[in-house]
């Protein structure tokens, strides 16, 4: 009896001393915080936690989860919301003041341009552009298609340093697109990818997608093997992208076949599209086996493209895919769908001009939110042209675009709540599920966000779990969330009551730090032969001279 007794107590103990893991080791909370939330449900997606507490911030970071009383310098009422991990954007072409508030409404705290991403050569320039300038953290992937573009087309008008600087090279010359590089370019290419990586840049973006006639497989093969030197992602619109369920999954397959052999990080770009099911039992299954790959969504049936997409050309959305323009091609600004001949018209006049591609069924939508370990990406398209748009202009004169730019995150939210989805599984897919790859590839940055635990940065995001709501649509796509009242950066309130603020001294850079030399090594022809061919030999073992 009394071992039975003894048993059970030490039971409790130690479960009491688990329940309170997250909760009760932190700062005295006796003490004066610089923020406190108060009431609010606190979830934590790495540790599962979820209960009602009391947070402390000081000094931009989680000092105290605790269900003691403690007060601060500033106070938000948290009853009845959830206090979530930041929400973090891990693709988001759009990184500049004029769609911050938007960004804040929709809950977001680190924005990051994991696909296109920065120019590999000057990319500090465009974290030096940002520095100061923005209340969410920032920051991008160093980009093929760009440095493609100075190298095959000797583009130099660089003005964003990042995914904006493509409707120059988009609109002009096309080798970036359809050119097959000759061993010296391809050297070129990759030793200014290098340079980028050398910089700090989150690995490499892909656009493959929109290059697959001018990108061999050995080319990306060989960019997977530089960004796995530095131990970093290769985030990949597949070479297929938009396809049928069978071109979708030969497309990540190639991506996932060379991260398997080089043991390298990758990131499968909204792969919201037919055979997205298999993608994600890859994905898992590779996951099982150690592999550091993951992958994101967008919860939108349709996409968003310039109208000179390659695969938008007749032989492939017609021909090919059989999609008809008349019913799966609408322009953003106008509404009205294209037909082959008022596409082509258009082309010569505008050909970076944005339109909505309807490529997946609505129905779907609700299983890619059901996928654990799914990352939520917003592919938030740029304004064009976006000359004036300032922090101050107003929401109604944004000019239009897809309504996954404003709403991706808390149409997640609203999703999850209407289709009886695990509201953790939500704010998971929200924060951690991007958090957690990019940290464990060594970006300190994301080691300690995405989560809500005390010693992590205190990027948070307060919503109501039976209100948030989407309100962004097609015809739309600028109109803010609602639901989501209050969000922190890096201990510093930058939403108040559904108000963005101002401070543009809160977001901060995500990125590696600088090394002092590249990993580059030349290809050539004869180091090959020397490492995979056989050397010939006589009958005795011999080396032959």
């Known amino acids: 009896m009394k071992k039975t007794l003894l048993t059970l107590l030490i039971s409790a103990l130690i479960f009491s001393s688990c329940n309170q893991k997250s909760t009760e080791k932190g700062a005295d909370p006796n ?4 923020i406190v939330i108060l009431n609010g449900r606190v979830m934590d997606p790495e540790t599962n936690f979820d209960g009602i507490r009391n947070v402390g911030v000081k000094d931009g970071k989680i000092a105290i989860i605790t269900e003691a009383e403690i007060s601060g310098k500033e106070t938000i009422d948290a009853k009845d919301h959830v ?11 759009t990184i500049e003041p004029y769609v911050y508030r938007l960004m804040l409404r929709d809950g977001r705290t680190t924005l990051l341009d994991l696909e296109v991403g920065g120019f590999g050569p000057e990319i500090d320039k465009f974290y030096k552009q940002r ?11 160093v980009a093929h298609e760009l440095v493609r573009a100075a190298v095959l087309d000797e583009f130099k008008d660089w003005k964003r340093y990042y995914t904006l600087d493509a409707v120059g090279t988009r609109s002009g010359k096309e080798g970036w697109s359809k050119t097959r590089p000759s061993l010296e370019q391809a050297n070129e290419i990759l030793k200014m990818m290098d340079e980028g990586l050398r910089k700090g840049g989150i690995g490499i973006g892909s656009t493959v997608g929109y290059m697959r006639e001018g990108v061999s497989s050995r080319e990306i093969f060989e960019l997977q093997k530089l960004a796995g030197a530095y131990g970093r992602q290769i985030g990949m619109h597949f070479r297929l992208t938009p396809g049928s369920d069978v071109e979708e999954t030969l497309g990540i397959q190639e991506m996932l076949a060379n991260a398997s052999a080089l043991g390298a990080p990758a990131n499968a770009l909204h792969f919201n599209n037919p055979g997205y099911n298999l993608v994600y039992e890859l994905l898992l299954r590779m996951q099982g086996k150690g592999n550091n790959v993951w992958g994101e969504i967008y919860p939108y049936a349709a996409g968003s493209t310039a109208l000179n997409a390659v695969f938008l050309e007749p032989e492939i959305w017609v021909n090919a895919l059989g999609n008809k ?5 609408q322009d953003v600004e106008t509404g009205e769908f294209y037909t082959q001949e008022t596409r082509e018209e258009m082309l010569k006049k505008e050909p970076t001009r944005l339109v909505l591609v309807y490529k997946s069924k609505e129905e779907w939508i609700v299983n890619w939110i059901k996928m654990k370990g799914v990352a939520i990406g917003s592919d938030g398209m740029p304004f064009i042209p976006d000359d004036g748009l300032t922090w101050e202009t107003p929401y109604e004169d944004f000019p239009n675009t897809h309504p996954r730019l404003a709403g991706s995150f808390a149409k997640v939210l609203r999703l999850a709540r209407e289709n009886n989805i695990p509201l953790m599984q939500a704010v998971s897919m929200t924060s951690y599920n991007y958090a957690n790859p990019l940290g464990k590839m060594g970006l300190k940055a994301m080691q300690v966000r995405g989560r809500l635990q005390e010693g992590m940065v205190a990027d948070i995001t307060i919503f109501n779990p039976k209100t948030v709501t989407d309100n962004s649509t097609y015809a739309k796509g600028t109109l803010p969330s609602t639901g989501i009242p209050h969000v922190i950066v890096n201990g510093i309130i930058v939403m108040r009551d559904s108000e963005p603020i101002k401070r543009f001294d809160a977001g901060q850079p995500i990125r590696f730090e600088v090394e002092e030399k590249g990993r580059f090594e ?10 995979f061919y056989a050397s010939p030999a006589d009958f005795s073992g011999a080396a032959l001279k």
């Not at 206090?83 to 072409?93: E, L, N, Y």
């Not at 323009?325 to 091609?329: A, D, N, P, Q, S």
């Not at 030349?522 to 490492?531: C, F, G, H, M, T």
């Open 522 to 531: 030349p290809l050539s022809v004869e180091n090959w032969e020397k490492a």
């Open 131 to 141: 520095e100061g300038n923005a209340p969410v953290n920032y920051g991008v992937a």
């Open 83 to 93: 206090v979530a991990p930041g929400f973090i954007d891990g693709h988001q072409h």
């Open 325 to 329: 323009y008349e019913e799966t091609l």
């Open 31 to 34: 003490q004066e915080f610089d």
